[in-house]
């Protein structure tokens, strides 16, 4: 299933993957035998498309490896706790008597479900949505309706479509359904949600490739910075300059007087917006922000709100707090910015932000895509490099843009630094690992998407509905009480 994701990106090996898994759920005879199958899905699953957390934790945070290794098995182990629900819950609403309702009806739906709850649960953790799988195919076309949970949807169906022609004699009626379900989604394809606005405007996205285990060394330092400052130079003539997520090593207001003062002074006499990732923190010096600010107006800034668990803050940190020393991070325990920050005016448009992680999570992005003309996001895959999360996260931004109806930049330290149009495909990207600047054309756009309008309200009610409708109907094959005694 992994390998139906980016790098590999092998769409069929998706279905393959789930109809496997859901062949195995109609055999199990026992709700016990359903949860074992879930687990040893979800270990397979996560045990290798989230393997770029040790990456993370124990290269560069420098952890015990013993420990590392523990914490991401612990991670894992809770990931598939979903897939242990996913299972109960089919053993529980399948019929023994309908396989092709089963496959096609009972576990698409749970699978969904499971999902949902994944991407949402505990601050949530939309990683690896199935949904991914089928960009650039017709059932892409869902997810401006529907988001990527009913692309996960339509892809799920049409794995339990294939096994049921497969398993059964019923080639007319599965074939009538697969036909449905993807012209469907074709149709949905070639709708214009949005239309442009305006003339394109003129991005530069600098990728300054800085190894993280040297990007917080005192002699790194002053490279470093000369480094995205003579990048950005070089391209002054754009309309928008951005530097990748932290790619200043220093708190702002350190930089702002000290190595970058002249830079941010004479920025502010430029036709040019510069974005600057960098840490920032309030006049206390308590709460520190993963944040983005404007060079050119510093008065504009952005704080990244959804802060990723155990990176940047630690949950129930009171108790965990003897355990941050085991992460050699810098600035390990951020604060999050504020849920009703207002886009950004940049190049003469309002431009929603976004950091890393936030990428992820479609409808937390829906408030700013509404008030912006495009979007932009910054990030540091350098904690991730030569794993399989940069590619993860290319395919989180490509969703983003169908769902939204908005064009995306993304400038990266190491890669992959690329613009995104609202048809999900790369317009523009530069080789990951190299020193460079992606220099293109991010067209604005006025109008929303039905995501952007109904969020995830239309395929929740959906999916609630299924879901009572398969107790319902389990319940109607109960016998009753009074039928038992009577026998």
């Known amino acids: 299933m992994v390998f139906a994701h980016a790098p590999v990106a092998i769409a069929p090996l998706a279905l393959i993957s789930l109809g496997g898994l859901f062949w195995l759920w109609q055999k199990a005879e026992t709700p016990f035998q359903s949860m074992q199958i879930g687990l040893g899905f979800g270990l397979g699953y996560f045990g290798t498309g989230v393997s770029w957390l040790i990456s993370s934790i124990y290269l560069y945070a420098e952890m015990n490896l013993v420990l590392s290794v523990l914490a991401v098995l612990c991670f894992i182990l809770f990931l598939t706790l979903y897939f242990i629900l996913a299972g109960w819950l089919v053993a529980r609403l399948k019929t023994a008597q309908r396989q092709g309702f089963n496959w096609v009806v009972v576990m698409p739906a749970v699978w969904v479900f499971a999902e949902w709850v994944r991407a949402t649960l ?138 970058l003062r002249s830079f941010i002074r004479d920025a502010q006499l430029l036709n040019t917006d510069i974005l600057l990732g960098v840490i920032t923190r309030d006049d206390s010096h308590r709460d520190y922000y993963n944040a983005i600010v404007n060079a050119h107006n510093p008065e504009q800034q952005y704080q990244k709100k959804h802060l990723v668990p155990f990176s940047e803050f630690f949950p129930f940190s009171s108790v ?30 309002p431009v929603g932000l976004s950091v890393c992680y936030e990428m992820a999570f479609g409808e937390e992005l829906i408030d700013s895509a509404r008030q912006a003309d495009f979007l932009i996001t910054v990030s540091n895959d350098a904690w991730f490099a030569h794993t399989l999360e940069p590619a993860q996260q290319v395919q989180d931004v490509q969703m983003r843009a169908l769902e939204l109806g908005r064009e995306i930049a993304r400038s990266t330290n190491t890669g992959y630094t690329i613009i995104v149009g609202t048809n999900g495909q790369l317009k523009a990207e530069i080789p990951p690992y190299e020193t460079g600047v992606l220099r293109g054309e991010v067209q604005p756009y006025e109008g929303e998407t039905p995501f952007v309008q109904w969020r995830q309200w239309p395929i929740l009610i959906l999916l609630l509905g299924v879901m009572l409708l398969l107790v319902w109907l389990k319940l109607q094959a109960r016998p ?8």
């Open 122 to 259: 505990f601050g949530g953790f939309p990683f690896l949505m199935t949904g991914n799988t089928h960009l650039m195919t017709w059932l892409d076309g869902y997810a401006p309706v529907f988001g990527v949970l009913g692309v996960s949807w339509a892809v799920a169906i049409t794995a339990g479509i294939l096994l049921w022609l497969v398993q059964s004699r019923a080639w007319v009626g599965a074939s009538l359904v697969l036909a449905v379900l993807w012209l469907t989604g074709a149709s949905l394809k070639n709708v214009e949600w949005v239309t442009p606005k305006e003339k394109p405007v003129e991005v530069a996205l600098l990728q300054g490739n800085v190894p993280q285990d040297d990007k917080w060394l005192s002699k790194e330092f002053l490279p470093t910075l000369k480094r995205y400052v003579g990048l950005t130079k070089q391209n002054l003539d754009a309309d928008i300059v951005v530097w990748p997520e932290t790619a200043v090593p220093a708190y702002y207001d350190v930089v702002e007087r000290g190595a």
């Open 320 to 349: 965990l707090q003897p355990l941050s020393e085991l992460f050699n991070i810098p600035f390990s325990e951020f604060t999050p910015g504020a849920d009703d920050q207002a886009p950004m005016t940049l190049g003469g448009h």
């Open 480 to 487: 009753s009480r009074k039928t038992t005694a009577e026998d």
